[in-house]
Every structure is written in C-alpha cells, then in structure tokens.
C-alpha cells in the first residue's frame, strides 16, 4: 500500500488538513470561549430583565384576576339584591293595585246604595206630593160641590146656627 502524503492530497484538490494550529481549531475555541464570557452577562442580563417582566407582567395579570373576581361578586351581589328589591315592588305593586281596586269597589257599592237611597227618597217625596195635590183636589172639589149645594141646603135658621158655633170655635 501506499501513504498518502496530507500535501498530496491538499495539492489535487481534495484532502484533509490534520494539523490543528493550521485549521484554526484552538482559534475558534479561544473565540467561541470568549463570546460566551462576554455575552453571558449581556445576554444574561437582557433575558434577565424579560424574565423579571413576564413575571411582573404575570403578578399584574393576577392581581387584575383579583379585583375582577372581586368586582364580580360584588356584582353578583348587587344584582340578587335588585332582583329582591324587583320582586318586593312587583309584590307591592300588586298589594296596591288589590287595594284600589277593592277601595274602588267599595265606593262604587256605597255610590249606588246612595243613589238607590236618593232615588227611594225622590220616590217618597214624589209619592207624598202626589198624594198632597190628590188630598187638596179632592178637598177643593168637595168645597166646591159643597158651596154649590149649601144654598139649598141652608135655611136661615141653619145658618145662624153655623154662625154661633163659628163664633164659640174661636172665642
């Protein structure tokens, strides 16, 4: 067999190049080393500080769960305390509406007992009238039926008569 030279194949195009200080391995180490030392604090310092903020973020974040968990309940409160509040008005409501409307029958039941009473007096009255001007007719038909018998009726005796017994009536 025989030995390939590194020169030889480095001469032909292709090859290996074996010799470490001539790749500049110990150079990209040194390199690489030396990123990392300086970049450490920088970039340790950036996600540092995101990470302090993704933090005060998070802690803002619950604190903001809180009050709303807190404002929600309040909520919920207030709005079994109005649907109480609704339902005793609705309650009243219907209480004052019974009692106007029982209020409202009641007068109506004493405004017709009144008008029934009126109407029972003015047919009283009505009634008494009637019979008044009947017992003043009859009273006046009779005088005149009377008056228009009484000269053939009365003698002068008679009539003296009438006279003294007028006269003892009203002394």
Request: charged share 30%.
């Amino acid at each position: 067999m025989t030995t390939i030279s590194p020169l030889l194949l480095a001469t032909e195009g292709f090859g290996l190049n074996t010799d470490i200080f001539d790749t500049n391995i110990i150079n990209l180490i040194i390199v690489i080393a030396v990123l990392v030392w300086f970049l450490k604090g920088f970039l340790g310092g950036i996600l540092e500080r995101r990470r302090e903020s993704i933090l005060a973020d998070l802690k803002d974040a619950e604190e903001r769960l809180l009050i709303a968990s807190k404002a929600l309940e309040e909520g919920r409160l207030e709005l079994s305390q109005a649907q109480a509040t609704a339902l005793k008005i609705i309650s009243d409501g219907k209480q004052r509406a019974m009692a106007i409307r029982e209020e409202s029958e009641r007068r109506t039941i004493e405004e017709m007992a009144r008008i029934k009473q009126d109407a029972v007096s003015n047919l009283s009255a009505e009634a008494a009238r009637v019979v008044e001007a009947l017992r003043l007719e009859t009273a006046r038909s009779a005088m005149e039926k009377a008056i228009e018998a009484l000269p053939a009726k009365l003698t002068a005796a008679k009539q003296a008569q009438l006279i003294d017994r007028s006269i003892e009536a009203l002394g």
